[in-house]
């Protein structure tokens, strides 16, 4: 009579746990010791990476599972830019302070990141209503309530930005 068999017979126990029991129990196979040792390599490897280098790998990774079409918004999406000097003209006009360059490309950064953010969380509105085509005026106002009530902190409720018509008209 094997463990399989013994522990069966055991009351309570049944056969599929018997054989998790079994499987923990015997030592591995060949296969399943070079995995085991890859998997330490690995970590190994990955703990002398500095966090950048392991970052960039992560990238790396992450792209090669994009889909062509998100490809290709990626790329449009790193060789955007906004203008720093309209940028500069903007914080200037809201803070009424004098604004650096590096202050200017700071500021584009974050709204590129905005906008990246805004035009996916439209896309994916669409995408759930079975839309197809560009993205309409609307959808960005929609995805701009969305990202307003998922992230509060970030977008407080005083944030009327496009709801009058500043930024967008309907």
Do not use: C, W
């Not at 280098?53 to 990774?61: A, F, K, P, V």
């Not at 803070?95 to 700071?106: C, Q, R, T």
């Amino acid at each position: 009579m094997d463990a399989t068999a013994k522990a069966s017979a055991t009351p309570g126990v049944s056969k599929e746990e018997a054989k998790v029991e079994n499987k923990l129990k015997r030592p591995l196979s060949k296969a399943e010791d070079k995995n085991e040792q890859a998997k330490k390599r690995r970590k190994e490897e990955e703990e002398e990476l500095d966090p950048e280098e392991l970052d960039r790998q992560r990238i790396r990774h992450l792209l090669t599972l994009f889909t062509p079409e998100q490809m290709r918004r990626y790329e449009h999406f790193r060789r955007s830019h906004f203008n720093r000097k309209k940028v500069k003209k903007i914080i200037q006009s809201v803070s009424s302070l004098p604004v650096s360059d590096e202050m200017s490309i700071a500021m584009g950064g974050v709204a590129k990141i905005f906008a990246g953010e805004l035009i996916e969380t439209a896309r994916l509105i669409m995408e759930k209503n079975n839309l197809e085509g560009p993205i309409r005026p609307s959808q960005v106002l929609s995805a701009y309530a969305e990202l307003k009530r998922s992230n509060p902190e970030v977008l407080p409720p005083g944030a009327n930005g496009l709801r009058k018509g500043r930024l967008l008209r309907r």
